[in-house]
């Protein structure tokens, strides 16, 4: 698997349709930062990549005034700046990447068998959505996968995710 702007298109469009069907409304968005970068969150996810994806225009706000956006770009990148903070402050451990095969394979399964779609990344690292988790193999298949270097908090840990096309920040949900 290698990356191609049309699975980033597919991606962002994804997270995107999912955005506007959740309540977190000041968590979801889309915009051009100051650097240029495509980003774009949901709340639960959060992706940034270094050039938009040919052919994509990225318009969609959560907010439908438009002299708002702006001044919701700057909020969001003000947002995006925390939630990467661990990583960018070193506070982070590589984890192993999880495999492609056995995520995709597990998909079918569960969904085979009306499960959850939680998909545990292994001992002492967290539980994620299983769709957004292959959203995020399919947009970076090769990259670097990171944790809280806290091993106390490695199990509720979010999972950064760093490649040579961008970044993401995947929130991790409960097993329970």
């Known amino acids: 698997m ?13 997270l995107l349709r999912a955005a506007r069907k959740t309540p977190r409304e000041s968590l979801h968005d889309a ?3 100051e650097q240029g970068r495509t ?9 940034c990549l270094n050039a938009a994806p040919a052919g994509m225009k990225v318009t969609w706000t959560s907010r439908p005034d438009p002299a708002r956006a702006a001044a919701r770009a700057a ?21 192993p990447a999880p495999d492609a095969d056995a995520v995709k394979s597990f998909m079918a399964a569960d969904k085979e068998q009306g499960g959850r779609g939680v998909y545990d990344l292994g001992k002492d690292f967290p539980a994620v959505n299983v769709k957004y988790l292959w959203d995020i193999i399919r947009l970076f298949p090769v990259a670097k996968w990171y944790v809280l270097a806290d091993p106390y908090a490695r199990m509720v840990s979010p999972v950064f995710i760093v490649a040579d096309e961008g970044r993401a920040c995947l929130l991790p949900i409960r097993q329970d």
């Open 2 to 14: 290698k990356y191609t702007e049309k699975t980033a298109a597919a991606v962002l469009n994804s």
């Open 75 to 95: 909020d969001n990148n003000k947002i995006l700046a925390h939630v990467f903070n661990a990583l960018d402050a070193g506070k982070t451990v590589e984890m």
């Open 39 to 47: 980003c774009a969150m949901d709340g639960y996810r959060a992706y």
């Open 31 to 33: 915009w051009t930062d």
